[in-house]
């Protein structure tokens, strides 16, 4: 639940504490972190205000509480989940060989939708938590992997209440196979899940470059009403009233991408792992079809939650922030590493406005009045 529903972090820690394995990590401040291992080692909520502070991330009270499995997609929620791409495309690990792409035969992997991590270390500000996971590709090649996710409190951002953490997430391959772009490659994805508002605008700076940036081929085009950018940033409304994902390919992104709710007076910033020469590398392409070129992907993702079909019920609401690694080419025996880090900093415009033109290039007044009025036009995406 998110700050402006009344939760407080103590509320939404003692709901997971009923009904799941619930780990606090904290510090010598109130900055507070808490994730589930049997949630596929989730983070789950934080707060920059300890026990009585507002908690942010977002969490589906219901599903957890019901105890159940439900078809597609379990969808908890959480400040920081683990996934693996690509979702679509003749390389997809959520659709099996042979089955039409769409929402009817789309499955989330059991492993990273329902299976439990393992907690391996436990200190007052980081976890360690492993799983071993097999997948089937579209293609029909098989993974054999093994996944490490260290879960670590992060020094607080700026000089006004804030909390954020880090999640280092390292996958070996286990197999005894190289795994080939021929055959399909997997990526390390990460998903941060957050609170929808009417006035939320998700922010992702723009690197420079030639031609459209914006990838939102995804699930239809959306409008110059809820998406606009200029030479600097791309600003997509994040209300969850209306489902619809976006993206930006390696040679576009930065390291840094976030949201602003003013009426929560809440910035959310992410950084994650973006190499130097990520234009020149191959991110898996994860469009529901088959695809001309499976390693032209996304390397940031953003997603605002609404329904899938007229009349049917939103998964949430909620909206996402999303980073990738590049394809991973991997050895028998050989790792890679993504990591992706979540701030949250509460305050005034005035007091987080700085802090926001440093990490995400705008400030807050320019996110604000991004999507208002009549509508900025914006390239169309190829």
Known sequence: MDA???????????????????????????????????????????????????????????????????????????????????????????????APQDLAHWQTPAPIDAEPFTLVEEQRSRVLLRKTMRFTNASGTVFDLRVEREVRLCPPKANVASVGFETRNRVTNTGAAAWHSETGLVSIWIAGTFAPGAATTIVLPLAPGDGPAVNDRYFGRISAERLVENERAVFFRADGQRRGKIGLPPGRARRTLGSYDPDAGALTVVEYTLPQDAAARPYVNSLWEHQSDPYAGDAVN??????????????????????????????PGESAEHVHRTFVLVGTPAEVDGTCASYLGVGVAEISAALRGPAAGRPTAT
């Open 302 to 331: 953003a997603y605002n939650d609404g329904p899938a079909t007229p009349g049917a019920a939103p998964f949430g609401p909620f909206y996402e922030l999303e980073t990738s690694s590049p394809a991973l080419a991997l050895a």
């Open 4 to 98: 402006g529903s009344g939760a407080t972090f103590g509320d939404d820690v003692g709901f997971l504490r009923r009904h799941t394995e619930t780990v606090v990590l904290g510090g010598e401040g109130a900055a507070r972190v808490a994730l589930c291992p049997a949630l596929q080692g989730r983070v789950a909520v934080m707060t920059p205000g300890g026990e009585s502070g507002p908690s942010f991330g977002w969490i589906n009270r219901q599903l957890i509480a019901s105890q159940r499995l439900v078809p597609h997609m379990n969808v908890y929620g959480g400040a920081d989940r683990f996934w693996l791409g690509p979702e679509g495309g003749q390389f997809s690990l959520f659709f099996p060989p042979g």
